[in-house]
């Protein structure tokens, strides 16, 4: 069975950084796309950023420019380092996996913000 472990989260004031990272036990080739999800309290969980077998790169609009997903490819893990965090960015956050319409899923970690 596939496991991805989150860590990271934890609690910033508005403006600060923090970075999460997912550890996946399999090889990450192994999967078409990895990335990270959220979900705020009564909201849908959303994408936040992937990247796909070949490398590209996708981020949801709300945190272009602040969020930076990178792949380690020797230990298997993705990271995501957030910057200029806002209070809207509170969420438990997710690793997903994704290999031929199968989804394997993080426990999440949670990253609250204040302001």
């Known amino acids: 069975q596939v496991q991805l472990v989150e860590s990271g989260g934890g609690l910033v004031e508005a403006g600060g950084s923090l970075r999460l990272s997912c550890a996946i036990s399999?090889?990450?080739?192994?999967?078409?796309?990895v990335g990270w999800f959220r979900q705020a309290p009564g909201e849908q969980r959303e994408l936040v950023a992937t990247i796909n077998v070949g490398g590209r790169l996708n981020y949801a609009e709300s945190v272009k420019g602040r969020f930076t997903l990178s792949r380690d490819n020797a230990r298997n893990t993705i990271e995501l380092q957030m910057n200029s965090l806002k209070p809207e960015d509170t969420a438990v956050y997710y690793c997903r996996a994704e290999i031929l319409r199968r989804q394997f899923w993080g426990q999440g970690t949670q990253v609250t913000v204040t302001s």
């Open positions: 399999e090889n990450i080739f192994n999967f078409n796309v």
